[in-house]
């Protein structure tokens, strides 16, 4: 409990709500590199004391859902767009493989869409246009969050092992991020090559 004890008047207690915005931001609209978010507070939380471990994992879950639900909703609510905007060009049947997929594989989808760069937002608006279910897309959510943030927590854990000063763990742990983003992506990119 000495973890939530914590004086949120000191200035250094910023980092929490800069954590939790930067994460919910980050997961509706893809302009802040979350994953590199969560790496540099577990960095700063190996090497001081201005940040907690299980505070920066826990918020960054919480971002990290939330934003994933409201993108998710926000599919919902415009799904005739959405799946307008998935079939266009594409063949009829099209909409109905994927919702035999997400009926079939719905909350594995969501997982690894959460995990694969660049995944996650085309995995939840077709969710959002086939409607699936949000009782479901909560439970798959919640566990692709809590991989997806252990997995970059991790990186910044290494980092913050390595080095004791908290700014070149910082940014050994957004250097490792983003190496570990690109070549996922890079492996995505061939795979989908040698499919086509």
């Known amino acids: 409990m000495s973890a939530l004890a914590l004086d949120w008047s000191n200035t250094?207690?910023?980092?929490?709500?800069?954590?939790?915005?930067?994460?919910?931001i980050g997961s509706i609209v893809p302009i802040v590199p979350t994953g590199a978010l969560v790496g540099a507070a577990a960095a700063v939380?190996?090497?001081?004391s201005h940040l907690s471990?299980?505070?920066?994992?826990?918020?960054?879950?919480l971002g990290a859902a939330i934003g994933d639900v409201v993108t998710y909703l926000i599919a919902r609510?415009?799904?005739e767009a959405a799946i307008r905007r998935l079939v266009r060009g594409q063949r009829p049947d099209r909409l109905i493989n994927a919702r035999e997929r997400f009926a079939k594989h719905g909350w594995q989808l969501v997982v690894i869409g959460r995990l694969v760069p660049a995944g996650r937002i085309p995995v939840l608006v077709a969710a959002g246009a086939v409607a699936y279910p949000w009782r479901r897309l909560l439970a798959a959510?919640?566990?692709?969050?809590?991989?997806?943030?252990?997995?970059?927590?991790?990186l910044g854990i290494v980092?913050?092992?390595?080095?004791?000063?908290?700014?070149?763990?910082?940014?050994?742990?957004?250097?490792?991020?983003?190496?570990v983003t690109g070549a996922v992506q890079l492996v995505a990119k061939r795979r989908e090559r040698r499919k086509s």
């Open 45 to 48: 939380a190996m090497t001081t």
């Open 12 to 24: 250094s207690s910023a980092g929490y709500p800069t954590l939790f915005a930067g994460v919910l």
């Open 53 to 61: 471990l299980p505070l920066v994992l826990l918020l960054s879950v």
């Open 159 to 179: 980092s913050g092992g390595i080095f004791d000063s908290p700014l070149v763990a910082t940014l050994i742990a957004t250097v490792l991020v983003l190496v």
């Open 77 to 79: 609510a415009g799904s």
């Open 141 to 154: 959510t919640a566990i692709a969050c809590v991989l997806w943030a252990l997995a970059y927590a991790v």
